[in-house]
T-cell receptor, first 117, second 113 residues
Framework: AQKVTQAQTEISVVEKEDVTLDCVYE???????LFWYKQPPSGELVFLIR??????QNEISGRYSWNFQKSTSSFNFTITASQVVDSAVYFC??????????????FGTGTRLTIIP | DAGVTQSPTHLIKTRGQQVTLRCSPK?????VSWYQQALGQGPQFIFQ???????QRGNFPDRFSGHQFPNYSSELNVNALLLGDSALYLC????????????FGPGTRLTVT
């Protein structure tokens, strides 16, 4: 069975600090996908990134960066120079690969990030 | 280009009643998935519809049922509501064969009293 663990329930940092959100996953599949979503107070899940299990390159997108390490089954998310608009709940999710291309997502319990002005 | 839309936004029902939630997928998408998100939890997969049939199902009782229409829109029905069914219900749409791109709607907040 698949499982995603986000051990950090809540994090608060002062604006402009860097912050890392941790994600650890479990799966018996050799091919799978990892995701990060942002959920602002409005409730809608906003897609941030998708990574497949064969691509362990780190990725940077503006102030966001992701570190994928298969050896430790982790997919951590770092926000550099945080801003108040980054305040939200962040979810890590896992999906097994299939011919459908849209398998169900297994989510972690989320990390509530608060950026203090 | 309209994204995923859901209706209603909020809903209050009494225990034992039945409820129907609606979802219109993003333009061009043919697959709809439903998730339940209890307060303080991550979304849990309920089921997925493609070509008007249920293709995948999570660990939810038969009280949860759904339907997909020829225009790809979808309904989620919950019978015999329990207090524990109170949650945010999220709909996600995707395109068959697309590289795992699921777009979520704003959700319907269901409160059961």
């Amino acid at each position: 069975a698949q499982k995603v663990t986000q051990a950090q329930t809540e994090i608060s940092v002062v604006e402009k600090e860097d912050v890392t959100l941790d994600c650890v996953y479990e799966t018996r599949d050799t091919t799978y996908y990892l995701f990060w979503y942002k959920q602002p107070p409005s409730g809608e899940l906003v897609f941030l990134i998708r990574r497949n299990s064969f691509d362990e390159q780190n990725e940077i997108s503006g102030r966001y960066s992701w570190n994928f390490q298969k050896s430790t089954s982790s997919f951590n998310f770092t926000i550099t120079a945080s801003q108040v608009v980054d305040s939200a709940v962040y979810f890590c999710a896992l999906s097994e690969a299939s011919n459908f291309g849209n398998e169900k997502l297994t989510f972690g319990t989320g990390t509530r990030l608060t950026i203090i002005p | 280009d309209a994204g995923v839309t859901q209706s209603p936004t909020h809903l209050i029902k009494t225990r034992g009643q039945q409820v129907t939630l609606r979802c219109s997928p993003k333009s061009g998408h043919d697959t709809v998935s439903w998730y339940q998100q209890a307060l303080g939890q991550g979304p849990q997969f309920i089921f997925q519809y493609y070509e008007e049939e249920e293709r995948q199902r999570g660990n939810f009782p038969d009280r949860f049922s759904g339907h997909q229409f020829p225009n790809y829109s979808s309904e989620l029905n919950v019978n015999a509501l329990l207090l524990g069914d109170s949650a945010l219900y999220l709909c996600a749409s995707s395109l068959e064969g697309a590289a795992y791109e699921q777009y979520f709607g704003p959700g319907t907040r269901l409160t059961v009293t």
